[in-house]
């Protein structure tokens, strides 16, 4: 999930660089590469919380007018676990959101977007691939120019961080 999952402001910028009529902050605006995330998923396994890493290498573009794509393209594994049970795949697809990014928080708009799930093995069985829908998404965020944390709330939790590319 991607998750995916937007200059800055907060405590790492400062807020007077952003227009008023810019969606989202300055230091956000631009091309960013995935470099970790980690994740809980509470959807998989009924019942289960799962704590998940993966997505390594996904490409996120967005722009001053909240135009944001998720390229999952080239995206490592995602690796999930708890309560014993292991659940590992490939994200695969495009995502377009709507996103408003400014003072350290952020949230996506638009219909949930399809992505296609690939490799998949639950608890040590494959899986046929899968698509499956995913929610906008909103939390926090914090910039430094070359590298971009989001603190993601909805609609799970996680945390990811990316750099400039």
Known sequence: MAFALVGCT???SNAATTPTSQKVDQCIVGRWILTSQSFTDTI???GVTLVGTGGAGEVDTYSADGHEVIDLTNASPYIESGGGH???Y???GIARFTMDAKNGTWSESGPDQTLTFKD???DGTMQPDASAPVPPGAGTYRCSGSSLTWMRTIPFS???TEKRA
């Open 120 to 122: 998949v093995v639950l």
């Open 86 to 88: 292991s659940y590992t």
């Open 158 to 160: 996680g945390t990811a």
């Open 10 to 12: 907060g405590p790492n």
């Open 44 to 46: 998989t396994v009924p």
């Open 90 to 92: 490939t994200d695969r």
